[in-house]
């Protein structure tokens, strides 16, 4: 967690979760082929770092992190369920 926290801001950690249920969301949904998922989590989560921080350099990096744990979040926790 401290690495989290060393790389991101506070206020943009609450953007992990929601991207986390979104992505749970979106591949439930027949109409979106699973590759496009990280593609589209990667937009929302520039979006709402924008949102909640600004438009700028440091807002759009923060975005672009929160996404990055949130899909990798994601593989952990399969590839922790999934094991061979």
Known sequence: MEL????????ALII?????ILGK????TPRFQD???PYMLLIVG???SFLMLGFDVHAFIQGVL??????FGNEL???AVERD
């Open 4 to 11: 989290l926290t060393e790389y991101l801001l506070e206020e």
């Open 16 to 20: 992990i979760p929601v991207l986390f």
């Open 25 to 28: 969301i979106i591949k439930d």
């Open 35 to 37: 590759w496009i998922i």
């Open 46 to 48: 520039v979006i709402l």
């Open 66 to 71: 929160v996404s990055g744990a949130a899909v």
């Open 77 to 79: 926790i399969k590839q």
